[in-house]
Every structure is written in C-alpha cells, then in structure tokens.
C-alpha cells in the first residue's frame, strides 16, 4: 500500500444508487453495531439497589459479550466499531482516510446514542451517585497519564493483532468463529487491565458517555493510546506475518466478515 492511496477517497468514487446504499449500510451498522456495545457494556456496570456496584467482572463479562453480540448480529455488513481498528484497516490498504473519517463519526454517533438511551432508561439512583460520569473512561488516580496511556497502546495492539489475523487471507477459513474469538479476546484483555486505565481499547467507546456528561478528564487517553497502539501493531503484523500486501484498488464490498 502506498501512502498515497490513502489519500484517495476510492470508496466514493463513481457512486451510483447501489454504490451508495452500501456505504450507507455499512455506516449504518457500524453506527447500531457501535451503540449496541456501549448500551449493553455499560447497563453491565451500574449499581445493585444499595448503590453499591456490582462485581467488576460481571462488567468485563457484559463488554466481552456485547461485542461479540455486535459482531454476529451486524459482521456480514459491517462491525469494525472501534476507530482504532478502522485506522488499522488504513494501514492494510483496505480503506481510505476518507473511509476511516465517515466510519469513525458513525461510531462516534452510535456511541453516544446508545449511550443517551441507556440514561434514559435507566434512573439515576442506580448510577452509584456518578451519574456526571457514569461509565466514563478514567484511569486510576495511582496511575500517570503515561502510565495509562502506555496499558491503552499495548492492549488496542494485541486487540489489532487478532484484527489482522482475522482479516488475514490464510485465516479466511475459519471466520465462522469470528464473534467468539473478540469476545474472548477482549475478555481476556479487560479483565487484568481494567483496574488501571478503563482498559477502553477503543476511542467512540470513551467519546460516547463523555459526550453525554461533557466529561473530558483523561479523554486524550483514550484516542491517542488506543490509535497509536493499533497504527503500529497493524504495521509489525503487515511487515512480518501478512501473506500479500492487500490490493491496491480499494472497493466496497458487499459483505465481510468483520
């Protein structure tokens, strides 16, 4: 892939009546797609009827589950959610940054929707009294910005490396199982980092709920670990495992795996 062909908006080149719908449905799903995870990953933390909050696992669970949810209900369309991993798709050759921006924003919109809803349907009193930040990506007061910065980069690389290796030409029989292999990936990856840094792995994820409450403490975090972890683990994996360089004429596709 050339720098420069991510420069060229291929994907909105020649656009005619199918042409468009697609884009549409694959910004569509990727917006409900989106929304789905943080609805569901957030109703996942709120509080039992003492205000006291639940298990931290049963949050990791509820995450890990609703975005394998995401992902078999809206795979065959388009189910990237997560920005990091559109920037990713850049780097394989698979999208251009005008791709990447319309996606993102659509990510970004369905976060936050899916976010807004849960507010409203959820009362205050199970928010744990912070309801002004409820769900919000935070990192612990123990931890430096560089610290949890550094935990956002080396979790959003290893998530990108199953990205790839999905993606992968030499995986494409086995995509079957691709909603359970980010479930479990992402179990696995929330679960020892949470503690520290929100373990968010994913920057419309943050923007959503921060969004919502106008909550911006520590949200540079959450987009310039998560992108930067993803830009060069995408990158090692391209250099070192990838079978081809992917085509250099980008398209849309009507279905895809993820």
């Not at 921006?101 to 205050?124: H, K, N, P, S």
């Not at 479930?183 to 969004?211: E, I, K, Q, T, W």
């Amino acid at each position: 892939m050339s720098i420069r062909g991510a420069f060229t908006p291929h994907e909105f080149r020649n656009l005619d009546k199918e042409k468009a719908w697609r884009l549409l449905e694959k910004g569509l799903a990727e917006m409900f797609g989106t929304g789905l995870f943080v609805c569901m990953g957030c109703m996942g933390t709120l509080s039992d009827s003492k205000g006291e909050y639940l298990d931290y696992l049963g949050g990791v669970l509820t995450f890990a589950f609703a975005i394998a949810t995401s992902v078999m209900i809206f795979g065959h369309i388009s189910c990237i959610i997560n920005p990091a991993l559109v920037a990713a798709d850049v780097i394989r050759g698979e999208k251009s940054l005008f791709m990447f921006v319309y996606i993102t924003v659509m990510e970004c919109l369905g976060a936050f929707l899916g976010y807004a809803l849960l507010r409203v349907l959820v009362a205050d009193e199970l928010l744990g009294g912070t309801s002004g930040s409820f769900c919000c990506s935070t990192k612990d007061v123990r931890v430096t910005s560089l610290r949890a910065m550094g935990v956002e980069m080396l979790i959003t690389a290893i998530l990108c490396l199953l990205f790839c290796s999905v993606q992968d030409p030499k995986n494409s029989d086995r995509n079957s199982t691709v909603a359970l292999k980010f479930g479990f990936g992402c179990f696995a990856l929330l679960l020892p980092s949470v503690h520290y840094a929100s373990s968010s792995m994913n920057p419309a994820r943050s923007f959503g709920p921060a969004l919502y409450n106008n909550h911006w403490k520590d949200q540079w975090i959450y987009w310039v670990g998560p992108l930067s972890g993803a830009i060069i683990s995408a990158v090692i994996y391209m250099l070192l495992f990838a079978q081809h360089f992917p085509r250099s004429k980008r398209e849309i596709r009507p279905n895809s795996h993820i």
